[in-house]
């Protein structure tokens, strides 16, 4: 696998193959280089989203979007996620965890980012929620022009007719 810093972009929908100790190194790797270069156009999408305690979820979310943006584009990036409009009024801790990683694509969109980068979290998905992700990340894929980079270590997954490209890093 190339090294972050060799690394512009990635095919449509791209899945690294490794195990969870190989990930955590790339992803490190990755946030130090993005973080370094200051790349505006890139979003990790975490897990443990890392939310301020001091917003309000629907302030988090629409972080550092302008008002217009949100206007013109939310209710379509919505529903293009899945989302209801119920999350506005709920808390973080509320939360599933297939609907933080929905509301951390939806800043993404918002914030115009075309590079994502997806840590592994199909382990703790149910089959369904984990089918309903690979949908909206192919959907985003294609129809958004994104371009996802998803971390695994399901064979499944990496395997899966969603993927156009496939990077063995273990």
Known sequence: MKQ???TTHFNCLTVILSSKEKQQHLLNEWKEHLVLDD????????KNW????????????????????IKSTSSAYQAQLKLDSSWEKQSADEL?????????LLHSLLAKRTQIIVEDAFDDLTITETQE???????????????????????????????DHLEDAS
């Open 4 to 6: 972050p810093n060799n």
């Open 39 to 46: 790349t505006p156009g890139y979003t990790i999408i975490q």
């Open 50 to 69: 890392p939310i301020f305690p001091y917003l309000k979820l629907k302030d988090h979310v629409y972080l550092d979007i302008s008002s217009k943006e």
């Open 96 to 104: 599933s965890l297939l609907e933080k990683i929905k509301l951390q």
């Open 133 to 163: 992700l690979l949908d909206i990340l192919c959907l985003l894929a294609r129809q958004e022009n994104q371009t996802i980079l998803l971390f695994t270590n399901n064979t499944i997954i990496a395997h899966s007719p969603y993927i």
